[in-house]
C-alpha cells in the first residue's frame, strides 16, 4: 500500500510550456474541475477517459502545476474497481468528479455511471489523494450527473449537480451529506440559459457565475457558457459562451469545464475530443477577461494556451493543432506520440499561434504516407491561411520521414494552417512539424 501512495503522488510528466493539451500522449483527461489550495498550487480533477467506446474510466487521475507550465500527474486517486477499490458498493465507471477543501480534509465528489447515477464523496489528507472510503451522497441526489461544490465567503458549502436543469441544496457541515430541506430545482436551465450539464460555480467580486455545458450552438453542448447572480441562489441571468470547442475534433460532441483565479488572472479550463470520438477527451485552458460589468469575454481554441506563441524553431507536435477541419483527426500512435491521421483531400488543421521571430525561411514536416501521397499547403492567418509554401508527399512511403522545403520568409506572430490535397481517400499522416 505504501508503493501504490507513493505512485499516487509523484509522478512528474509533462512540460509543456502551458501549450494545449495540457495532458501527454497517451493520457485522456476531461470535464476539468480547477481548484487552488492553500498552497498556490493549481490541480485540476477530472474524468479519465481510456476507450473511443465508452465514456470515462474506472479511475481518476489529477493534474497539478505551481506555474501552469509544468504540470505534473497524481495517478490513481480513486479507483471504482480492482487493485485498490475504495468504492466497496459498486464498480460501475466513475463520471465527471470535483474536489473541495474543509478542516484539513479533501473531498472528492464522484458520479457513478450505474443504473443510479449514484454520486458519492471520498477523502484524503493530501489533494492528490488517495481519496478512500467511499460513501454514497443522499437519496435525493440518485440518478443525478456531475456534482460540483462551492464554498461561500462565510464557510457555507453548497452541492450542485444534474442535467438539464441545475439543482441546488447546502450541505451540512460534515460535507457528507446534503440538507434536503433546502434542495432547489431550476438554479439554471436549458430553456433559459442552455444548460446541458456540468454545472460549477465561483465568485468573484460579489458575484456568483454558474458554468456549465452550454447547449446553444449547432444542437450540441460544445460550448463552455455562465450565468451571473447577486445571490447564490439566484436567479440567474444568462451571460453568454465562454468558449467553444467546435472543430476539435470530426466527432466533438461534449464540453465540461470550470474558470479559477491562479497568480491574479482568470482561466477557463476545458476539454477536446481526439480520435473521431466522443469519448477520448483532453484537458485545455486559456486565459479570459472581465468586462466591467463583469461580464466574460468569449475566447477562442489556441494551441498556446496560457503560455505565450509556439516557438516556429522548435518541433511542433501534430496534435497541438487546435482547430480541425474535414475527416482529420488526432489520434495515438503509440504511448508516448500522438499524430494527425485519416487525412482526407481539403482537410484544415490550424495551430495558434507561433512566432516566426525576426524570420523563417523553410519547414520540415515529419511525415508518412498511407497511400498515393499528396501535398500540404502550409499557410498563415485568416481565412484558411494565405500560403507561404508546399510540401510533396510521395506516395506509397510507409515509414516515417522529415521533408524539408522553401517557403516565403515570414515573421512575426500569426496563425499557421496545414491544407491537405490528394486523390486517395486517405493521404498520410503528420508527426510534426518546424521551421527553419
Sequence with gaps: MLFFIWLCVFVPFWDGLSQNPIVPPGIYIADPAAKVWDDGRIYVYGSRDENPGYYCSWKYHVLWSDDLRNWRIAENVLTSKGIGDEIPYSDAILYAPDCSYKDGIYYLYYCLASSENTEGVATSSS???????????????????????????????????????????????????????TIKDGIVTEKEHFFHEGGYLVKRNGTYYFIYAHMGRANRPTCIGYAMASNVWGPYRYGGVIIDNDHCDPAVWN????????????????????????????????????????????????????GPPLVATNQIDAERACLLFGNTRIIMENSSNEILSGIRNDDKAAYKYVDFGTGIDSVLLRVRSVGNGGVIDVGIDQPWGKSVGQVHVPPHSKDWMVISTPVKKTEGVHAVWLRFYGKDDVLFEVDWLRFK
Design 255 to 306: 464540453n465540461h469545464g470550470s474558470i479559477v483565479q491562479f497568480n491574479g488572472k482568470w482561466y477557463v479550463f476545458y476539454h477536446r475530443s481526439t480520435h473521431a470520438s466522443n469519448t477520448m477527451r483532453k484537458a485545455c485552458l486559456e486565459p479570459i477577461t472581465f468586462n466591467e460589468d463583469g461580464t466574460i469575454n468569449e475566447v477562442e481554441m489556441t494551441s498556446q494556451g496560457a
Design 127 to 181: 489533494p492528490l489523494g488517495p481519496f478512500r472510503k467511499g460513501t454514497v451522497m443522499n437519496p435525493s441526489v440518485l440518478r443525478q450527473i456531475d456534482p460540483a461544490v462551492f464554498i461561500d465567503d462565510d464557510g457555507q458549502a453548497y452541492y450542485v449537480w444534474g442535467q438539464f436543469s441545475a439543482k441546488m441544496a447546502k450541505l451540512k457541515p460534515g460535507m457528507m451529506e446534503i440538507d434536503e430541506n
